[in-house]
């Protein structure tokens, strides 16, 4: 079974440019998070889809980042304008559903590292 | 509100010796709780998770942890380290609210010596 792929692995961009990150997750899981995590720090909960609906993005600093699920299949992770403390690494994970309800089981992607400067 | 405390940021162990790596959890609500590793450059793994079954969740590579409600803990062991076990390991707690909340520990950077 193939994982969660994301792309592109590495990307160096100067502040107030634009990004985008690409995410392909695991075949039939309906569930995708956009994480964010920050050198020495856990990963912090950006957006989380299931299908091609939006479930949670409280935690998304919506005047600068963006999100779209369009098919219920892969997505992209937008920043525009990039500041300095966006350099981060930017992680997708997926899961299942079980009768329409997530499962809890996250599948973690190899991860974006971000870097502006 | 739920969150999630890992008491250390860094342990460190020689190889042969067991691993114990601290973490405790407040969650309003019956809680998942999960341990995660992440090697240098590699994607986060997971290493087990409890959902509320047996108390004592055994994961893979010789790892285990124990569910204790009356202290809010879910500590993670092993007997014996391993070079290979160096890694940043991370506590998780989710609850279901109509869609899963999940919530990381800062982490735990595990060092082996030989």
């Known amino acids: 079974e193939a994982g969660v792929a994301q792309s592109p692995r590495y990307k160096i961009i100067e502040k107030r440019q634009s990004v985008a990150f690409w995410c392909n997750p695991i075949s039939g899981h309906a569930t995708l998070y956009w994480y964010q995590q920050i050198l020495g720090q856990g990963p912090k909960l950006l957006i989380q889809?299931?299908?091609?609906?939006?479930?949670?993005d409280s935690q998304l600093p919506k005047d600068r980042f963006s999100a779209e699920r369009l098919k219920g299949v892969d997505s992209t992770l937008k920043i525009q304008p990039a500041k300095l403390e966006d350099s981060a690494v930017y992680l997708c994970a997926s899961s299942t559903t079980v009768g329409g309800v997530s499962t809890d089981t996250q599948y973690f992607g190899p991860g974006t590292r971000l870097t502006v400067l | 509100a739920q969150s999630v405390t890992q008491l250390d940021s860094h342990v460190s162990v020689s190889e042969g010796t067991p691993v114990l790596l601290r973490c405790n959890y407040s969650s309003s609500y019956s809680p998942s709780l999960f341990w995660y590793v992440q090697h240098p450059n590699k994607g986060l793994q997971l290493l087990l998770k409890?959902?509320?079954?047996?108390?004592l969740v055994k994961g893979i590579n010789g790892f285990e942890a124990e569910f204790k409600k009356s202290e809010t803990s879910f500590h993670l062991t092993k007997p014996s380290a391993h070079m290979s076990d160096a890694a940043e390991y991370f506590c998780v707690v989710t609850r279901n609210t109509g869609g899963f909340k999940t919530i990381f520990g800062a982490g735990t950077r595990l060092f082996v010596k030989a």
């Open positions: 409890y959902t509320s079954a047996a108390t």
């Open positions: 889809f299931q299908n091609n609906g939006v479930v949670d």
